[in-house]
């Protein structure tokens, strides 16, 4: 079955740079949740796209942005990045029904590095 | 503040023992509940989830939580733990206004021979 694809899966990048993560929903799927996992932490929740729009903001810095485009996928695009951004970053999807519960499903995740 | 404390950081079992993770949860109304596992490397995987009904639910690999509502836990079970169960594993919480998961702080579990 068709899982989530992260891309890429490891990234390293120096302070100040940028960088863009890329996310591939399950098919079907049209929601997509952004998480951030640092060192020896749990993951905290970033952002939900759904049907393209943003329906929810956690602790996402300013200097993050996302958007999900026509085919679902969506790309977290970071600048300015900092030694503390150093992280795993998670996609998650699930396909939005009327009941309250929807199963997300999560990628393998990028492991962005900073320097 | 809805959360989900997992008390144990760190567990270690013998190969064959049962085992059982702590979670508990602050939160008024019936959570929606559920038990993630990561494998080193690896993305998370949904053991099993509890929204309402049966207070005991049945997961994947062989794991099952109780729900209790009077001691506010959601701990997971296992009768006969395999080596290949070593990973850390997540109780979270939905927020029924967002839909985006609350994780607990995780426990480690190591499987020793």
């Known amino acids: 079955a068709a899982g989530v694809i992260q891309s890429p899966r490891h990234l390293i990048k120096e302070k100040r740079e940028t960088a863009t993560l890329k996310c591939y929903p399950i098919?079907?799927?049209?929601?997509v949740y952004w998480y951030q996992q640092g060192p020896g932490q749990d993951p905290q929740f970033l952002i939900s796209?759904?049907?393209?729009?943003?329906?929810d903001k956690g602790s996402i810095p300013d200097r993050f942005s996302a958007q999900q485009f026509s085919d679902y996928h969506s790309e977290l695009n970071m600048s300015s990045l900092e030694l503390g951004d150093s992280a795993l970053y998670f996609c998650a999807s699930s396909h939005f029904r009327q009941e309250i519960y929807n199963e997300q499903f999560f990628g393998p995740g990028t492991r962005l590095t900073v320097l | 503040a809805q959360s989900v404390t997992q008390p144990d950081i760190h567990i270690t079992v013998s190969e064959g023992a049962s085992l059982e993770l702590r979670c508990n949860y602050s939160?008024?109304?019936?959570?929606?509940l559920f038990w993630y596992v990561q494998s080193p490397g690896q993305g998370l995987q949904l053991l099993l989830k509890?929204?309402?009904?049966?207070?005991l639910v049945q997961g994947i690999k062989g794991f099952e939580a109780e729900f209790k509502r009077s001691q506010s836990s959601f701990n997971l079970r296992k009768p006969s733990v395999h080596w290949s169960d070593a990973a850390e594993y997540f109780c979270?919480?939905?927020?029924?206004?967002?839909?985006?998961?609350?994780f607990g702080s995780g426990t480690r579990l190591q499987v020793q021979p």
């Open positions: 939160y008024g109304a019936t959570p929606y």
């Open positions: 796209f759904y049907e393209k729009m943003q329906s």
């Open positions: 509890y929204f309402s009904g049966d207070t």
């Open positions: 098919p079907r799927h049209d929601t």
């Open positions: 979270t919480h939905m927020d029924t206004g967002r839909r985006a998961l609350t």
